[in-house]
T-cell receptor, first 114, second 114 residues
Framework: AQSVTQLDSQVPVFEEAPVELRCNYS??????LFWYVQYPNQGLQLLLK??????LVKGINGFEAEFNKSQTSFHLRKPSVHISDTAEYFC????????????FGKGTRLSVIA | DAGVIQSPRHEVTEMGQEVTLRCKPI?????LFWYRQTMMRGLELLIY????????DSGMPEDRFSAKMPNASFSTLKIQPSEPRDSAVYFC????????????FGPGTRLTVL
């Protein structure tokens, strides 16, 4: 089975500063990795995903993430955040074969301070 | 594109009552997922369907919960009888295929059981 750990439950950051949201996963097989964002009172929407190929994945809204197999990590980064990036961010993992469900982390609340 | 549609958006009911949540997936998507989100437990997968067939309902908490997908454009999640601990936000998501494919989430139904 797969599992995900999001190391920070809350991350406050000043506007225009860089941010990194950390995600580590556990799996005995190869995986697919995802980052979703949830704005207040909305459903989740996909930011980016890693299926295969280049380990640096670029997503929407200027976010990117890097798959590091040796460290079993998939950290999310943005070089300069905006107030509008304030939201909950979820890392998710699934095995890349078989009928295994998507497993979500507990989420990291990013608060951008003006 | 209308996206995933859920109804109602808010539901307040009394303990013991039957609750039915509804979901219309994105046209052309053949996989549908029901999730529950709470502060304590985060985002939990309850059940998922592929081509209208339930694949895995191991996340359904109790026999009080049931889900159906009578056709490709409609699914229901029913709780009977409801209890206060069922209070949560319930999300429906759909995708074109299973794992590795982007899941598109609806806006959620906020359920409060008094």
């Amino acid at each position: 089975a797969q599992s995900v750990t999001q190391l920070d439950s809350q991350v406050p950051v000043f506007e225009e500063a860089p941010v990194e949201l950390r995600c580590n996963y556990s799996s005995s097989v190869s995986v697919y990795l995802f980052w979703y964002v949830q704005y207040p009172n909305q459903g989740l929407q996909l930011l980016l995903k890693y299926l295969s190929g280049s380990t640096l994945v670029k997503g929407i809204n200027g976010f990117e993430a890097e798959f590091n197999k040796s460290q079993t990590s998939f950290h999310l980064r943005k070089p300069s955040v905006h107030i509008s990036d304030t939201a909950e961010y979820f890392c998710a993992v699934s095995a890349n074969s078989g009928n295994t469900p998507l497993v979500f982390g507990k989420g990291t609340r990013l608060s951008v301070i003006a | 594109d209308a996206g995933v549609i859920q109804s109602p958006r808010h539901e307040v009911t009394e303990m013991g009552q039957e609750v039915t949540l509804r979901c219309k997936p994105i046209s052309g998507h053949n996989s549908l997922f029901w999730y529950r989100q709470t502060m304590m437990r985060g985002l939990e997968l309850l059940i998922y369907f592929n081509n209208n067939v339930p694949i895995d309902d191991s996340g359904m908490p109790e026999d009080r919960f049931s889900a159906k997908m009578p056709n490709a454009s409609f699914s229901t999640l029913k709780i009977q009888p409801s209890e206060p601990r069922d209070s949560a936000v319930y999300f429906c998501a759909s995708s074109q295929g299973l794992w590795g494919q982007t899941q598109y989430f609806g806006p959620g139904t906020r359920l409060t059981v008094l």
